[in-house]
């Protein structure tokens, strides 16, 4: 397993959760790593990106203002803080990156058609 996701768990509406996606290949520095969400019944989607460069990310519309996505390249780890949970965000999140993607807007434009997926963790959101 090159990279894996943990941090899920149950909470209340309006709780917080910070996810982490280690690696233990230090290549992944060198890649973009993005967060995705599968919700029951429901397409992969995309949460946020991180390029290499540290200062360089997006957010999905559905997640801006409320998910903050960092990356400590020592100890090798992408996060997922969020804040302001809410029913829908209720998901198994995943990490994903790929080898021929070093800036978020790859990961995005990939449209989940990644090399390399962690196993998820599930988040769950209860009113």
């Known amino acids: 397993v090159q990279l894996q996701a943990s941090g899920g768990g149950a909470v209340q509406v309006g709780g917080s959760l910070r996810l982490s996606c280690t690696y233990s290949d230090r290549t992944f520095d060198r890649y973009a790593v993005g967060w995705y969400r599968q919700a029951p019944g429901r397409e992969r989607e995309f949460v946020a990106a991180?390029?290499?460069?540290?200062?360089?990310?997006y957010y999905a519309d559905s997640v801006k203002g409320r998910f903050t996505i960092s990356r400590d390249n020592d100890p090798n780890t992408v996060f997922l803080q969020m804040n302001s949970l809410q029913v829908d965000d209720a998901a198994v999140y995943y990490c994903?990156?790929?080898?021929?993607?070093?800036?978020?807007?790859?990961?995005?434009?990939?449209?989940?058609?990644?090399?390399?997926w962690g196993k998820g963790t599930l988040v769950t959101v209860s009113s």
């Open positions: 991180i390029a290499t460069d540290v200062n360089s990310f």
């Open positions: 994903g990156a790929d080898s021929d993607c070093t800036g978020w807007y790859c990961l995005v434009l990939r449209k989940g058609a990644l090399d390399y």
